[in-house]
């Protein structure tokens, strides 16, 4: 059987997360503090419309 999809996204935002750290941003993809992120205000975020879909 394949992976549910929560263990998907799960995955999928840790790997997003250590990106963004890895790029001196705050790890911040689909947490409640990503509602008050700059990047994606300003339109820097390469996740910001999943992020705000999902967080």
């Not at 503090?33 to 390469?46: F, G, N, P, R």
Request: hydrophobic share 25%; net charge negative.
């Amino acid at each position: 059987m394949g992976k549910n999809t929560s263990q998907t996204f799960s995955v999928q935002a840790q790997l997003i997360r250590e990106l963004q750290a890895q790029e001196g941003h705050e790890p911040c993809y689909a947490t409640p503090v990503a509602e008050h992120c700059s990047q994606k205000a300003l339109e820097k975020c390469c996740w910001r419309y999943d992020c705000y879909h999902e967080g």
